[in-house]
């Protein structure tokens, strides 16, 4: 069995997806199946997939897989449209191999990448780390936030923003063991905006991640509803996944007063745009969590002038 899954949840992304593909087909090496997780997709994904396939096995329905031109393994999955937490719940219940990583369907690997994640894993890795955490490229060739101090060999996920080490997206390569653990991910009917790093906090709050400075991914945001972009309307569209997200943030034990403070605003915010009265009681830290309460309220009034 190969040792890494690539992931990829994809909803109606069928004129960026290809990249995704023809990235891994230029991959040096083949250590690594693709997995696709189509969130309900209208658009033509489904059949481009299956037309990358030269030997398939099973027909064109919710699940099909099969071996590509370029000679690794490519599995594909159809489910109600739910969120993309929703599509890394079915990638983690079917992911198999040691390690993952999840390349949006917009976003693609420089050729070496899947070579250097296997390399750093194989000389540093063990089970004593989360998995790797590597680079993510703009389409200029910039890394996002610039590259890892060159010193740091490893890192909690959670330290590089509250220490101010790096602010900007990175790519995690995770052990899959790890993620089972806390997967799935249980949100709320309707509320399609519950960002899957919600698993990925409580995995690397007790382990730390091999830092990789080198590029693992390549970004291009797109013009549209991603989570990347509109946060003001996620906050509002989803408020109760964003109030649970914050509670977590809360307990995390890595982290520090000041970002637990901010946690207790957005969540006070969260739970006022959700409409729950009962934000105190639900809280395991009511004295910060009612001491944020009159910053979380101006937070409440800003996102619904945001958002008017």
């Known amino acids: 069995m190969v040792p890494l899954t690539v992931f990829t949840p994809a909803y109606n992304r069928a004129h960026t997806i290809w990249r995704t593909y023809e990235s891994l087909c230029r991959q040096t090496s083949k250590e690594f199946e693709w997995l696709v997780v189509d969130d309900g997709s209208t658009d033509d994904t489904k059949s481009l997939v299956a037309s990358w396939l030269t030997q398939q096995q099973g027909s064109l329905g919710t699940v099909f897989e099969g071996e590509c031109a370029a000679g690794f393994k490519i599995k594909y999955i159809w489910k109600e449209n739910g969120g993309l937490h929703t599509g890394y719940n079915t990638a983690y219940a079917n992911i198999e191999t040691e390690l993952c ?3 949006d369907s917009d976003d693609w690997m420089p050729d070496d990448a ?3 994640i296997m390399k750093c894993w194989r000389e540093k890795g063990g089970e004593q780390y989360a998995g790797i955490m590597g680079l993510d490229f703009d389409t200029e060739g910039k ?32 052990r899959t063991d790890l993620m089972k653990k806390v997967a799935p991910q249980v949100g709320f009917e309707g509320e399609k905006n519950f960002n899957p790093v919600y698993m990925l906090l409580q995995v690397c709050d007790d382990y730390p991640l091999l830092v990789l400075n080198e590029n693992l991914c ?12 509109g946060i003001y309307r996620q906050y509002v569209n989803s408020p109760r996944s964003f109030a649970k997200l914050r509670l977590m943030e809360m307990k995390l034990k890595r982290n520090t007063f000041k970002n637990r403070f901010r946690s207790a605003v957005h969540y006070v915010s ?35 002038y945001k958002t008017k």
């Open 218 to 229: 390549i970004v291009e945001y797109q013009q549209d509803d991603s989570m990347s972009r």
């Open 270 to 304: 969260s739970c006022m745009l959700a409409g729950d009265g009962c934000w105190l009681s639900q809280a395991s830290n009511k004295c910060l969590v009612l001491a944020a309460s009159p910053l979380g309220l101006l937070l409440y009034f800003f996102i619904k």
């Open 101 to 103: 990583v999840c390349i």
């Open 114 to 116: 899947v070579e250097k």
């Open 143 to 174: 890394p996002l936030g610039g590259f890892f101090p060159e010193e740091l060999t490893e890192a909690y996920f959670l330290d590089m923003y509250i220490k101010n080490i790096h602010r900007a997206d990175s790519k995690e390569v995770m």
